[in-house]
């Protein structure tokens, strides 16, 4: 059940980041993508671990690429 906790704290705290004015429209279609990544781990509870790194690992670079700016 800490699991889904600690998914749902992930989810609701990137809610949060797209709701702000003060980024923009590539950036909040980045976090819609992260949230639906997230939605799709928790959806699977018997998620083997490389799958889990893999999907933890696609929603921290496309966030860090978008909010950091990297080209």
Known sequence: MK??????ACISLLRGLQR????????????ENAIHEI???RRKPNL???????????VAESL????VNRD
């Open 3 to 8: 699991k889904f906790g600690d998914l749902n």
């Open 20 to 31: 702000g004015s003060d980024i923009n429209p590539k950036q909040k279609q980045a976090v």
């Open 39 to 41: 939605k799709r781990i």
């Open 48 to 58: 083997k671990q490389h799958v889990l790194r893999e999907s933890v690992r696609v």
């Open 64 to 67: 860090i690429d978008v909010f």
